[in-house]
């Protein structure tokens, strides 16, 4: 009974194409969620996928109907050796963003997996089946190894709503608490920092997106018989913005910046290779918060990115001054932003500055999840990962982009590490999506580790120390 077998299982499956067959399975099925969402499909892969190998693995699965209007059922499955032993709780999604079939380059499609430049290509091979496709297959095989026994409880939440930004997930998360209870939670989404290094990331930015507009009058007005005695709501607009953020991509409004990097967050940062040759794509040095590194200016801060800018007909210029202007904004922010009163903060903030005729109104947010890099799971989950790849893998504090994380961090009350098996180029949400053999055969690795030293005494060490 050693982490040897487990090992030697997951590598066998992924050389005899044991894995891959499995992932073309998943990617079979057009799981598409959001507007015309056909829910048979998606519910499918509930059915022929998920529950049967969940069962195989001695798994209890139940469906739970879903508080949201509209919303797809929860799958929660549970396989509980002890109630007094430690639990994890993982969670997966099962649906994708839409095939796009007609832009996948020649060959390639969304719903048949193909293997090309020593990468998988599909639909929901990086986001997310391919993600919890490993670590199902690393938990088969360490509980083969361990005799049919982990010495733990799992417990898998999976939804069908994650790419139409997870409706009644938070809502099921308080109604379960107690079906829900873990003392970690683990589970894998979202990128690595690069391809080649192994990541932890431990919570997510959280987003406010709002909507500055300027409407002044009903109609265009001549520019030759009005300009210079008429407002223009367009060039208010543009100057607005330029207070809120200025031309070197810096925020300007204090209230809306954290008022710094914690140390053991700005410790786990230095050790991030966030660079162009890493990202493929040359990092801009002149633009964002001075004095902060690229990692830092990443994921250690905020920023304001003006999504759209409207005036007048781009289309077709005419002479004349619009009679209104708008834009939506968005603020990425970290954990310790005052995110629920960005309106009131933006509304002072352009009073003071002089533009009382722009308006501010919130269209939507979600909250930063951050757990301390110098937590004792972070700690116990760098060891379990470098006890199989030989080094301790990259912390990131939070991911730049989002996953749901609120929901397991502020709702249940957990411990969050994420263990991505993905990287930056995948091309996630747009034709092209892929997933680097490499990336799954030191994932599945990885994955067999962590579940392996779930089972070992240090772990329950960790728990009992956190419960406390
Ligand atoms: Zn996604």
């Known amino acids: ?21 499995t992932l073309a399975r998943r990617v079979a099925v057009r799981s598409v969620s959001g507007p015309n969402a056909d829910e048979a499909v998606l519910q499918s892969y509930y059915t022929d996928i998920l529950e049967p190998e969940l069962a195989q693995l001695g798994f209890t699965c139940r469906r739970i109907e879903n508080p949201a209007p509209g919303g797809s059922p929860f799958l929660l499955a549970e396989r509980i050796e002890s109630p007094d032993a430690l639990t994890v709780l993982t969670y997966g999604h099962g649906d994708v963003v839409p095939g796009y079939d007609d832009q ?53 939440l999976f939804e069908l709503g994650e790419e139409r930004s997870s409706p009644g997930l938070r809502a099921v998360c308080a109604e379960q608490r107690e079906a829900l209870s873990a003392d ?16 932890l ?11 500055l507009s300027c409407r002044l009058r009903e109609g265009a007005l001549h520019s030759g018989n009005w300009g210079g005695i008429m407002k223009n709501p367009a060039v208010i607009l543009a100057n607005a ?21 914690p140390a053991s967050v700005r410790e786990a940062l230095g050790a991030l290779q966030v660079d162009s040759e ?38 077709k210029p005419v002479n004349a001054i619009p009679p209104e202007a708008s834009a939506y904004l968005q603020l990425r922010f ?9 309106e009131t903060l933006v509304r002072q903030h352009l009073d003071a500055a002089g533009y009382p005729e722009v308006m501010v109104r919130v269209v939507r947010g979600s909250p930063a999840t951050r757990l301390d890099p110098a937590h004792p799971w972070v700690r116990w989950a760098k060891d379990a990962i470098a006890a199989v790849t030989g080094e301790a893998p990259a912390v990131n504090p939070n ?70």
């Open 1 to 21: 009974m050693t982490m040897q077998q487990a090992l030697a299982q997951v590598r066998r499956e992924f050389d005899e194409g044991v894995f891959a067959q």
């Open 104 to 156: 996948w380059d020649a060959g390639l499609g969304p719903w048949e997996m193909v293997l090309r430049d020593d990468a998988w290509y599909g639909r929901g091979v990086a986001d997310n089946k391919g993600q919890h496709g490993v670590n199902l297959s690393a938990l088969r095989a360490v509980l083969n190894a361990r005799g049919g026994k982990l010495g733990y409880n799992v417990k898998a």
């Open 184 to 199: 970690l939670f683990l589970a894998s989404d979202g990128p690595r920092v690069s391809a080649a290094q192994p990541t």
């Open 201 to 211: 990331f431990l919570g997510s930015r959280g987003g406010v997106v709002f909507e």
């Open 241 to 261: 913005i330029g207070t809120l953020v200025d031309g070197r991509g810096r925020v300007q409004v204090k209230g809306l910046l954290p008022e710094g990097i």
């Open 278 to 315: 890493r990202l493929g794509r040359k990092i801009d040095m002149d633009w964002g918060e001075p004095g902060l590194s690229p990692a830092e200016r990443l994921l250690g801060w905020n920023t304001i990115e003006v999504l759209t800018l409207a005036a007048g007909n781009p289309a």
């Open 334 to 342: 970290v954990v310790g932003t005052d995110w629920q009163n960005v």
């Open 399 to 468: 991911l730049g982009g989002t996953v749901p994380n609120d929901a397991f961090s502020d709702i249940l009350g957990l411990p969050t590490v994420w263990v991505p098996h993905s990287y930056p180029g995948c091309k996630q949400h747009a034709a092209n999506e892929h997933l680097p053999r490499s990336i799954v055969r030191q994932g599945l690795d990885m994955m067999v580790s962590v579940f392996w030293h779930l089972g070992e005494p240090e772990a329950q060490a960790v728990a009992k120390a956190a419960r406390r």
